[in-house]
């Protein structure tokens, strides 16, 4: 068969640089992926003296779709806009009054409007009088806009553009659409309410739906007299409707300039809990009918996170009032709404007897989140999506530092090396990686930027920053961004323009290698002693995940490196900037015996590897926990991906986790337990997994018994999250006392003898379904159905799939997919399947089979993403790769294209795993 060669070729405005990679494809192929990357010497810098010059590899998005933005001849300053939705027939009709501002002569103005119907356009200069000129209406789906056409041209000058339409509540979870509800005597019911990040306020009235192009609104929502209406803004007025006095007519004040993705409205029957702050902005929590005290714990969250942030910025909250609100259908966690937050439920709501310790801190991490948002996104806003990790990296990293403001108990920047550092090192390792900032254009590209990158790296980079430049520094900076900035619009080099003249560090220079490549490095540690001294070899490299480096393209950071010792584990010795491939530091004051630590406190964003002979001086440093938890994590991590590269063994690796026999922090332990649970996944496909569950067992085993399985009365959250963990692992892996005393307990909490604590939910629901019958599974099914609580469904819902049963996992795929699911949470009751070798080949199989419906339910979401991953992360072999590729070959998921390529390179990496480890591996766990 003849293939067809074709050659990309590319250039950058001003830079003398081509590129051209040949793609073959077969003649019967439409369209084809690939990536391709453009090696490009780019001054990176010109802060201070230095001039910094340096090869990049830039990675593009896969398959970019011809995108350009709206016209800029004509631009929005305030909308007036008016809204009724009908939320019988689902339906809702509105009228807008945009005042514009024409630069130049134009006979058309083009905005962007999707599944709206346009009846009627006019337009109407200031200065000419009566005359309007009406519009002809010409709708361009494929760039979701239209264009109205006006008979003579507009001359520049003030207007107004007034447009009459109608619109769809949808069932997408995005731009007004209708979200189903049960009222407190079990009615199902109906709201309306809005999600409009990143595309879809044009779903909702024809607008100019780009962060950059900001306005005021006025807006006036027209609703049944029973319901609720909010928006961002205080209400103005509230009256009947003259024609009909069941209906009101809610006016709101006007608000301030801001992007259109940040407008909100909600129409439901809701309950709320009010506080005002320090600073006397007024806070509500709204919550279903009949729940108020669960918005409870969110409102004292927020009372104290909006003084934080006011204090940390040094700028007030620029709204009189902020409101919480928990949405039954909503596809995200939460969303930033300026004014008018909304929330998934289970981000929200906590029930003083029924929400766990790990639900707690959740909600208490996205409400910081959330808020943090109003100054930095909201107030500052990124001037397009290529800026994204602007808003969500910062406000990923600054949620801890309220956290730990609010709730020093949860040692949550220990928790921070766990889930934000851990998932950003995992996922940028893959060849099909992508930049923190990377050019965007077509909607398609920006839901698929709202990844670990953006968040996790973004977060893991601010935290990086902050520590090389110092809080003092870092919160000057922060003021002088906000203060230039606020109410416009904002790049990346602004930012650090303000953080390096804050700190006086060459910040552009260093940040520009993190946020302009994608990947990091790996630091490679050589050392000798010299006296009193012990020098230091540091040398750096990109990490790959398949331990193989990049063919094309040249890799090379500005590393913040900090040094510890054993004299004094919790303070840098020493403190350098690693900008070059290799350097050599002296560490004072370090006897031969002693450890010497890179990456103190883990807080770069890279990985370390260090000789046979220096990781021996950690192990007891390890086991008498003299060297600091982050530091054992961080160690740990490492050690393990390492070992996925296939840079050391995992038996060396396997051996050192006997180290962490008397560890007793928490976040430690879930780092290490999701490393395992990685190799566990991997060794289910050989006759050796009931060896690695008999090596579990015994590791997870003496924890366990220290904490027992009732709460100690002075213990904290850490101690509740460490009992569900360690019970966890040992019911999942058989350990028959456990499974014995769940099996006991479970019985108990369904006859409603003695109920459940809600730290020991997980845990003893878990394991009796892993190791339960069809009478388990219904009585599980029958507390589903009964349950009040949506955290309460989520927790069931998401282990049932662990059912032993393959004809009862089918049961939960179809149940899945039932009205009894609310679409959010689809996706994630289908992953729960997919504990078992059988269990993914069951997913895989429905998820093929069901793909137009579930593709249509989630298209242009990340949820599309998660179904991808959730289905084929863990295959193991080449088959399964080339089966994942060739099944979207034919399925198309503009989304989620980078995800799939993602799902396919660790499908790789695992097959390399078991062809390299597994022998080696099953031969150490059976020694043991």
């Not at 077969?26 to 001039?51: I, Y």
Request: proline letters at 4%; charged letters at 25%; a negative charge.
């Amino acid at each position: 068969m003849s293939l067809l060669k074709v050659v990309f070729r590319f250039s950058l405005p001003n830079l003398p640089i081509s590129i051209a990679e040949p793609a073959y494809l077969k003649p019967t192929q439409s369209r084809a992926w690939f990536s391709f990357r453009a090696k490009a010497e780019v001054v990176l810098g010109t802060s201070g003296t230095n001039r910094c010059i340096r090869r990049h590899t830039y990675c593009t998005m896969p398959e970019k779709k011809e995108f350009k933005r709206l016209p800029t001849d004509v631009k929005p300053e305030n909308y007036t806009l008016r809204l009724q939705p009908d939320l019988d027939k689902f339906t809702f009709k509105g009228q807008e009054t945009i005042d514009v501002k024409v630069l130049s002569s134009t006979t058309s103005i083009t905005l962007n409007s999707e599944e709206i119907e346009i009846q009627s356009a006019c337009y109407k200069a200031a200065d000419a009088g009566d005359q309007n000129l009406k519009a002809e209406v010409k709708f361009e789906p494929e760039n979701a806009s239209v264009v109205l056409s006006f008979p003579s041209a507009l001359q520049p000058g003030s207007g107004q553009l007034c447009i009459d339409f109608t619109g769809e509540l949808n069932d997408k979870m995005k731009g007004f659409y209708r979200s189903k509800y049960s009222s407190p005597s079990g009615e199902e019911k109906y709201g309306a309410v809005t999600q409009f990040e990143a595309t879809d306020a044009r779903r909702a009235f024809p607008c100019w739906d780009e962060p950059a192009v900001k306005a005021t609104f006025d807006v006036t929502l027209v609703v049944p007299k029973n319901r609720v209406a909010l928006s961002n803004m205080p209400v103005k007025s509230e009256k009947d409707l003259p024609e009909d006095s069941t209906w009101k007519v809610v006016t709101y004040e006007r608000t301030p300039i801001m992007s259109t993705y940040l407008l909100a409205f909600v129409v439901g029957e809701y309950d709320y809990v009010e506080d005002k702050d320090s600073d006397g902005v007024l806070v509500r929590v709204y919550t279903p009918v009949g729940k108020k005290e669960q918005g409870q714990f969110a409102l004292e969250v927020a009372v104290k996170t909006l003084p934080f942030y006011n204090k940390y910025f040094q700028i007030a909250y620029p709204l009189p009032k902020i409101d919480l609100i928990a949405i039954a259908d909503f596809a995200a966690g939460a969303m930033e709404n300026w004014g008018l937050v909304t929330y998934r439920e289970t981000a929200l709501l906590i029930d003083p007897k029924n929400s766990s310790s790990k639900s707690k801190q959740w909600v208490a991490l996205v409400v910081g989140h959330e808020l943090a948002h109003q100054w930095f996104g909201n107030l500052v806003t990124m001037e397009w999506w290529t800026h994204l990790w602007l808003n969500e990296g910062f406000a990923s990293w600054i949620e801890y530092l309220c956290v730990d403001y609010c709730f020093p108990e949860f040692d949550i920047w220990t928790q921070f090396v766990n889930s934000d550092l851990g998932r950003a090192l995992e996922m940028d390792a893959l060849h099909n990686s992508h930049a923190i900032e990377i050019p965007v254009g077509h909607p398609d590209e920006v839901d698929e930027i709202f990844d670990a990158i953006s968040y996790s790296k973004g977060a893991s980079v601010i935290r990086m920053l902050h520590d090389y430049v110092g809080d003092e520094s870092f919160k000057k900076g922060m003021n002088q961004y906000l203060t230039k900035f606020k109410y416009k619009n904002a790049v990346t080099e602004d930012l650090w323009e303000s953080l390096g003249k804050a700190s006086g560090k060459p910040v552009l220079d260093v940040m520009t290698t993190w946020t302009k490549q994608m990947g990091y490095p790996v630091v490679k540690v050589s050392e000798k002693q010299e006296g009193s001294n012990r020098v230091l070899t540091l040398t750096q490299e990109k990490f790959c995940a398949d331990g193989v480096q990049e063919k094309e393209g040249s890799f090379s950071w500005m590393v913040p490196v900090s040094i510890s010792t054993a004299s004094d584990p919790k303070k840098a010795a020493v403190v350098t900037l690693l900008d070059k491939t290799s350097m050599d530091v002296t560490v004072p004051n370090v006897t031969p015996d002693q450890w010497v630590k890179v990456n103190c406190e883990s807080v770069g964003v890279y990985r370390v590897q260090y000789s046979s002979e220096t990781l021996d001086r950690f192990i007891p440093a390890i086991k008498n926990k003299t060297l600091p938890p982050r530091d054992r994590l961080g160690l740990q991590n490492d050690l393990f991906a390492l070992a996925r590269a296939g840079m050391i063994s995992t038996v060396d690796v396997l051996k050192v986790v006997g180290a962490f026999v008397n560890e007793d922090d928490y976040t430690v332990w879930s780092d290490l337990t999701g490393n395992l649970g990685q190799i566990s996944i991997l060794l289910q496909n050989t006759d050796g997994f009931e060896d690695f569950k008999t090596f579990s067992k015994k590791l997870y085993k003496p924890v366990a018994q220290s904490l027992g399985w009732d709460a100690k009365e002075s213990e904290g959250p850490l101690a509740a999250m460490l009992r569900e963990l360690a019970l966890t692992r040992l019911g999942k892996y058989g350990d028959e006392e456990t499974v014995t005393e769940a099996r006991k307990r479970f019985e108990n909490h369904v006859s409603g003898k003695v109920p459940l604590p809600a730290d020991l939910k997980g845990p003893v629901y878990l394991t009796v379904m892993v190791n339960g019958d069809e009478t388990t599974f219904n009585q599980m099914m029958k507390l589903y159905d009964e349950a009040d609580m949506q955290e309460e469904k989520v927790r069931i819902s998401r282990c049932i799939g662990s059912i032993k049963s393959d004809e009862l996992k089918k049961k939960v795929l179809d149940f899945a997919m039932s009205d009894k699911v609310r679409s959010q949470d689809t996706v994630f009751v289908i992953g729960g399947v997919t504990g078992t070798v059988q269990g993914r080949e069951l997913c895989w199989q429905f998820v093929q089979d069901k793909w137009t419906e579930l593709h249509e339910r989630y298209k242009g979401g990340f949820l599309l993403s998660r179904l991808v991953e959730v289905s084929t992360d863990n295959f193991v072999t080449e088959a399964r790769a080339k089966e994942v590729e060739k099944f979207f070959e034919t399925h198309s998921a503009p989304a989620a294209e980078r995800k799939i390529q993602q799902s396919v390179e660790n499908i790789r990496l695992n097959a390399k795993w078991m062809e390299r480890e597994s022998t080696s591996v099953l031969k150490f766990l059976r020694s043991q």
